[in-house]
């Protein structure tokens, strides 16, 4: 497995890389990104990839003197070398520093991909000649540890509950070495002080950093413990012996390692939580629910650091939500209408009722603030007022917005915010389409009102149905597509009738009517006053 880092300043090309690239599973992985030479230094010294792909020109550092200052270290990664500028002292010094290619933008997916084939025979090549047994073991251990957070990243964060099955039939490889005992899920959460942060991206090595002192920690009072990370929250899988005191020993020690860990990060907060105890691998998702009940119970409390389930009010594993089915039908009809000020309303008695004198319902708001958007979203889907993809985020990404805050007013904000922004978004995309074709019925009839137009013929023009059409111009401009188009040639007749000597049958084939009788009939209606009475009256 080659592990790639990508440095370059521009995310917009640093996109088109990543997209370009064949990711081929199992043989290359995207480690990281960086935005310029300084930063991709850090993550180079900290992820120690296998292969950097950087540009030459960016900020802090150029491309070259990050290789320069890398190939320094105690690091040999290989590197690619991405420039706009053909220029043989940029290829001359990219020999020097003996990169494997220098790639001329625009990139293009065919000469990247190959270059990347030529590298992972390369790599391959350099494995094969690993001759030493520690770097042999080394290799094996990370390929281990991979196997086994993939494992318990599918059960922990993608609900594949099969994955015991899958655990106890690993045995025989060594991946896990779980014994008869205690099986327990432990949670921790890392959050912002304050929420804005979330999108500083120098903070997130820290949570790994802390799980795994913890994991080098209990490792030796565990026949097995490991964990899976996602974004800002970690699954631990203990198994120890029934004997044993870890219980006594963890509170403490953890509780004092999120403190210690806050002092180097003072933005952030961490939390262990601890499901029941439970006597067999297959019963592990009921440690982990109860994991994830009592780690909900920080929200409002910033001083916590340890929640044991144990120590809480027992929970009815099945609990429902707090939202009823009447909740649920009313909530569907006020974002199918796109009804902004009745959904400002409803979200704020909706929200109310979780602000209890006790605070009994409090933890409930984590998965209600995700439901609620999970709810939207189904909702303008099946509506037809969006696309799939009209979302940037996964939902697993959103989960993780609405899980790296202890403040309940800011988590109800976020998830206020992001239901009225999405509606009023598409709200306002609605209306401009609906304008767009009234605009230019508008547009054509003031350019060609001398013409026959109709609303089956302006349909047509408009690629849409006449009776849409028709409903659509009215709800817009309060009279009928026809009545428009009448009031228009009529303002046009009385220009003429003021400004010209044409005749009566001139001036209503001018503004689209053979017929001078029908046009006078039309003229009479509309003004109160025959064509030529106007004329003696305005001329």
């Known amino acids: 497995m080659i592990k790639v880092v990508i440095v370059e300043d521009e995310k917009n090309i640093c996109t088109l890389i990543i997209n370009l690239i064949n990711w081929i599973p199992g043989e290359l992985e995207l480690a990281g990104t960086a935005q310029n030479g300084v930063e991709g230094f850090e993550k180079i010294m900290e992820l120690q990839p296998d292969l950097v792909i950087t540009d030459i020109r960016m900020p802090g550092m150029t491309g070259l003197e990050l290789i320069e200052k890398v190939k320094a270290s105690q ?66 251990a990370q390929s281990l540890q991979t196997i086994r957070r993939d494992h318990l990243f599918r ?30 899920t432990m949670l921790v959460n890392m959050d912002y002080m304050d929420p804005a942060l979330r999108e500083d991206t120098s903070s997130n090595p820290a949570l790994e950093t802390l799980c795994d002192g913890v994991r080098a920690y209990l490792a030796n009072h565990t026949f097995e413990c490991d964990f899976a990370l996602q974004e800002t929250s970690a699954s631990f899988i203990l198994n120890y012996a029934p004997t044993s005191d870890l219980m006594s020993r963890m509170v403490n020690e953890l509780s004092e390692r999120a ?25 592990l998702e009921k440690s982990t629910i109860t994991a994830r009940y009592a780690m909900n119970h920080r929200l409002d409390d910033h001083s916590v650091s340890f929640i044991s389930y144990t120590t809480l009010p027992p929970a009815d594993l099945n609990t429902q939500l707090a939202m009823n089915e009447k909740d649920k039908s009313d909530f569907v009809k006020l974002v199918s209408a796109l009804n902004q000020n009745g959904l400002d309303t409803w979200l704020g008695e909706y929200f109310q009722r979780f602000c209890q004198p006790d605070n009994s319902l409090l933890y409930l708001l984590y998965a209600e603030c995700f439901q609620l958007v999970l709810l939207m979203r189904q909702t303008l889907l099946t509506a037809g007022l969006i696309a799939p993809e009209a979302f940037s985020l996964s939902e697993e990404q959103l989960l993780s917005r609405f899980n790296c805050t202890r403040d309940s007013k800011y988590l109800i904000q976020l998830a206020t915010q992001f239901i009225e922004t999405q509606i009023e978004g ?13 605009k230019h019925c508008k547009q054509y009839i003031n350019d060609h009102y001398s013409e026959q137009i109709t609303l089956e013929s302006m349909a047509r023009e408009l690629y849409l149905n006449p009776v849409y059409l028709g409903a659509l111009f009215k709800s817009k401009t309060g009279i009928s597509f026809t009545n428009w188009l009448l009031t228009v040639r009529i303002e046009k007749a009385k220009e003429l009738l003021k400004t010209t000597q044409l005749s009566i049958y001139e001036i209503a084939e001018r503004v689209g009517y053979q017929d001078a009788k029908h046009f006078s009939r039309l003229f009479a209606k509309h003004e109160g006053i025959k064509p030529n009475e106007y004329r003696k009256l305005y001329a």
Do not use: W
């Not at 403190?259 to 019963?283: A, I, P």
């Not at 401009?432 to 074709?437: A, G, S, T, V």
């Open 155 to 184: 059960y922990f964060y993608l609900s594949d509950h099969t994955m015991p099955d899958r655990l106890e039939n690993l045995l025989e490889g060594q991946a896990f070495a779980f014994q008869d005992g205690i099986y327990q």
């Open 75 to 140: 690091l040999d990664p290989m590197f690619i070398i991405i420039s706009g500028h053909k220029e043989f002292e940029y290829a001359r010094n990219a020999i020097r520093f003996g990169v494997e290619d220098y790639l001329l933008k625009p990139i293009k997916r065919d000469e990247l991909n190959i270059t990347l084939s030529k590298i992972l025979a390369k790599h391959k090549e350099r494995l094969d000649h690993i001759s030493q047994e520690s770097d042999l073991n080394t290799q094996l």
């Open 259 to 283: 403190r210690k860990h806050e002092y180097k990060y003072d933005c952030l907060k961490f939390c262990f939580s601890l499901g029941l105890q439970v006597q067999h691998l297959d019963e």
């Open 426 to 438: 598409i709200a306002q995309s609605k209306d401009l389409q609906e304008i767009r074709p009234i």
